[in-house]
């Protein structure tokens, strides 16, 4: 018998989950336009298979998320989500600090925890997901598999990123 994990104390109603999904959505696609913008300025240094990958990704996760959520409202999607709209929250914060300029760079101080966190969520997520799927709290379908092989290549790459830039 399948259930969603933490059910009955936050039900996902499907129709209410979509209206802040497609406003992710959106988001997802602004922040794959960082891309255009790297190249336009020139910042090709900016632009990686990481960045690339995980923000084209995010987008056709989000696609098939929003697409399928009617069929499978895993409370997973509603909490994966959520983290990871705190975290870009708490990044745009520093990205917006930082556009003042050196100025502002002593305030700035905690630029190297942004990818640990970053790490962190996908790490969470993912434990989150393996739980409920091994518990059979939550349906493991085709977007599951493909969700978690997704997160788990972003999860190595981000640890790849992080290990170059501590050598550097």
Known sequence: MTYELFSIAFPVDAEIALKPGYHLY???????????FFVVRKKQKQVSFLHVFHHAGMCLIFYWGLNNLHKTPGFYMAVG?????????????????AAFGPK??????WKKHLTRLQIGQIFFILGY??????????????????????????????????????RD
Do not use: A, P
């Open 104 to 109: 502002m760079q002593k305030y700035l101080w």
């Open 26 to 36: 959106i988001i997802k696609f602004i922040d794959l336009l960082d891309t255009v």
């Open 81 to 97: 989500f959520s983290i990871n709209t705190v975290v870009h929250v708490i990044m745009y914060t520093y990205y917006g600090l």
């Open 129 to 166: 997901m393996i739980f409920g799927f091994l518990t059979g709290c939550e349906e493991f379908g085709k977007l599951e598999f493909y969700g978690m092989f997704y997160l788990t290549l972003t999860f190595i790459l981000f640890l790849n990123f992080y290990r170059k830039y501590k």
